[in-house]
């Protein structure tokens, strides 16, 4: 077989699978979800993954102003300072095994993300919707910075690639608005309780599973097709 046909043959042995990944960026266990199911794609074979990400509110109450981190996952959950601090401890080492730093403060502030999640939105429809989310992840959680404040949105807009101008604009108009609530929505309909969730295939797995198992859910939905 030539080597163009050999180049043909492999190209018509991928497979594309598509995966639906419903987070926030507030969310810790999301970002060490996502880099575990980076770890995942890794060890696939002729299986090409999409990464698609939808929108949701861990608490879309939140005041403008947020509320410190650990305060909040106290009352939240009804955990002991103590257990807060081993948490904490973790998503620490969890994130070093995955090459991604959490960097933790006594005032760490839990914030609203509903400007962030139109951010996404945008960013998606210039094609950089992955580029965006992993710029607010490492915002917050490794820069400590408000992603609920406009200046830095805007910042990390322009980081990505984005127009300045017009990302701002669309925070500032909420162009977005309405069409992240219906998506929020949707996925709550669809039975998302918590997240990470990630929905291959047919199959919802909740949870930042270890990269075999989210790997097995991708191989078997590429063996569905």
Known sequence: MAANE????GASDMQRVTVNMVSDVVCPWCIVGYQRL?????TLDNIEVDIKFHPFE???NMPEDGQNLR???????????????????????????????????DDSRMQNTFKAHQLIHFAAQNGLEEEMKLSLFNAYFTDGKDVNDLGVLVELAESVGLDKTEAEAVIKTEKYAQVVREEETLWIQRGIQSVPTFVIGNQG???AQEPA?????????????
């Open 6 to 9: 050999q180049s043909v043959q």
């Open 213 to 225: 198992t989210l790997a097995a859910f991708i191989a078997q939905a590429a063996s569905q097709q």
């Open 58 to 60: 861990l608490n879309p």
């Open 205 to 207: 797995v909740a949870g």
């Open 38 to 42: 980076q770890e995942a794609i890794k």
């Open 71 to 105: 305060e909040h996952i106290m009352e939240k959950y009804g955990i002991s300072e103590q257990q807060s601090v081993e948490n904490r401890a973790r998503l620490v080492q969890a994130g070093k095994e995955l090459g991604f730093a959490f960097n933790f403060t």
